[in-house]
């Protein structure tokens, strides 16, 4: 099946870092746009980040801007969500998400991706 796979995530200690994985095993991810979006205790899903294919720019929301970084490793077939001083508003489920068509932008909204990770949990707490 064409889905994503997500690895990492866990425990997290306040202005600790952690990586999120996303891969996939049967299509390149580079020929698509990937974001990463979270669901917190309360909150709706929300757009966090996101990578372009081709030039592989890349998008944030403002409250993870200069904490979190997005990345590819086109080897590997993977994207990354680097997670930097981790804050307990951080807290959540995290998801990667791809669109069926290659030539979506990377958006930070949810409608634009059709085909999502199981979603990894996490905690950040001391």
């Known amino acids: 099946q064409l889905h994503l796979v997500q690895s990492g995530g866990g425990l997290v200690q306040p202005g600790g870092s952690l990586t999120l994985t996303c891969t996939a095993s049967e299509l390149r991810l580079n020929y698509y746009a990937i974001g990463w979006f979270r669901r917190s205790p309360g909150k709706e899903r929300e757009g966090v980040s996101c990578?372009?294919?081709?030039?592989?720019?890349?998008r944030y929301a403002d409250f993870v801007k200069g904490r979190f970084t997005i990345s590819r490793d086109n080897a590997r077939n993977a994207v990354y969500l680097q997670i930097n001083n981790a804050k307990a508003a951080d807290t959540g489920e995290y998801f990667c998400?791809?669109?069926?068509?290659?030539?979506?932008?990377?958006?930070?909204?949810?409608?634009?991706?059709?085909?999502w990770g199981q979603g990894t949990q996490v905690t950040v707490s001391s």
């Open positions: 998400g791809r669109p069926t068509d290659r030539r979506r932008p990377c958006t930070l909204g949810a409608n634009t991706y059709d085909f």
């Open positions: 990578i372009s294919s081709g030039d592989g720019s890349s």
